[in-house]
């Protein structure tokens, strides 16, 4: 199910006290996809996922989802309409007092389900998020990772569309966030389900998103492809959050050397390259150094991956004659790599850096 927010609005209080912590948010989540929101703290995210499902009535605009109006409805259609949008929460917030099977069953128990057909149904669901075996354990008994799958597990009992993710992994630690986001991925390929999550961690979306969008100050400031917005971005705020993590930003080693725009007889050209898939850097750079006779020196080199596909960002120092480097340069913007010079520098690079 896809879900659309229209002109989504939250002021909090009134007056002099009044916080607009959403201001206008336009975004569409196409279904089957796993749409990410980032954005620091206090930038609006819980918010946003709350009035999704209208735990959170919005001041201001429209939330659709599958084709629905949800700010439209009476609370009667609008709990049944809720049936088809699940969610996961960074607490959890299972029942104590009940087993991993009671957790899981009461969705089923409030949607009117016979003990007959809750039974099987649960014992289903638990085989789906990989915990058969702890069905009669209660909450305490559980790790942090068995607590979000059966968080999830519940969240699926009534077979939604839609599953809102709000901080599910923030209490993981990274090796049980990976298992948890393997889940939520494995879900939306097996049952074809919309998931929309938000985060604060750069890395959950790159494990799992097809899209992004960066919220800041309660507006949406940039959005698309992860692999668009986490290798290119336009935004401060976006730059903010990635960090040196995607190698985006020069490394500060850098600061001290004096690039200039034009090119100096014997220097260095400094040119970054990023490159996706499967372009290697390696053959590109002895390939370089083989026709054009330059040399290459490699000053910084990073690699990550955005949901599997390979992503590297490497700087190099390119000397020689200025013709042969004017012609590497040529060559590098003929491959199908993303070529940005730098700047010109005069003194061995190698001593520099
Ligand atoms: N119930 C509320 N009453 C008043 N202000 C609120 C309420 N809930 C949130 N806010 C304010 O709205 C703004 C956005 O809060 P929100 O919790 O949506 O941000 P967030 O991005 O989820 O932050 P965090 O990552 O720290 O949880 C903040 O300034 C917050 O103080």
Redesign the pocket.
């Known amino acids: 199910m896809a879900i659309s927010l229209r002109g989504l609005t939250?002021v909090?209080?009134t007056g002099a006290t009044a916080?607009k912590?959403?201001d206008a948010i336009d975004l569409d989540v196409p279904d089957g996809s796993i749409f990410g929101i980032i954005?620091?703290?206090?930038?609006?995210?819980?918010?946003?996922?709350?009035c999704v499902n209208l735990l959170?009535r919005p001041t201001a605009g429209t939330v659709i989802v599958g084709g629905v109006d949800f700010t439209a409805l009476a609370e009667a259609d609008l709990r049944e309409a809720r049936k088809k949008v699940g969610m996961i929460f960074q607490s959890f917030n299972l029942l104590a007092r009940r087993t991993v099977f009671g957790n899981v069953a009461l969705p089923l128990e409030l949607a009117g389900w016979s003990k007959e057909k809750i039974g099987p149904r649960v014992d289903e669901l638990l085989d789906l998020v990989g915990l058969a075996d702890r069905r009669n354990h209660y909450p305490s008994q559980l790790s942090g990772g068995q607590k979000q799958r059966v968080g999830i597990a519940r969240a699926l009992a009534n077979g939604p569309d839609v599953l809102l993710s709000?901080?599910a992994t923030s209490a993981l630690d990274p090796k049980t966030t990976q298992s948890i986001l393997e889940l939520l991925r494995d879900i939306n390929e097996r049952l074809g389900l919309t998931i929309l999550l938000?985060t604060?961690e750069m890395n959950v979306i790159k494990a799992v998103c097809h899209n992004v969008a960066v919220?800041d100050e309660?507006r949406i400031v940039e959005q698309g492809p992860v692999l668009d917005v986490f290798t290119d971005p336009r935004e401060t705020a976006t730059r903010d959050l990635l960090g040196e993590i995607i190698g985006v930003d020069l490394p500060d080693s850098f600061g001290g050397l004096d690039f200039s725009r034009e090119t100096i007889e014997g220097g260095d050209v400094v040119v970054q390259l990023r490159f996706f898939g499967n372009v290697a850097a390696e053959p590109v750079m002895s390939d370089l150094v083989r026709r054009f006779d330059v040399d290459v020196n490699i000053l910084t080199a990073h690699i990550d991956h955005i949901r599997n596909v390979p992503y590297g960002t490497l700087v190099v120092g390119l000397s020689g004659d200025e013709g042969q480097r004017r012609a590497a340069l040529k060559h590098l913007e003929s491959l199908d790599l993303k070529v940005e010079v730098v700047g010109h520098v005069g003194k061995a690079l190698g001593a520099a850096v």
């Open positions: 939250k909090y209080g916080l912590a959403l954005g620091s703290s206090g930038a609006g995210k819980s918010t946003l996922i709350r959170e709000d901080e938000i604060h919220i309660g």
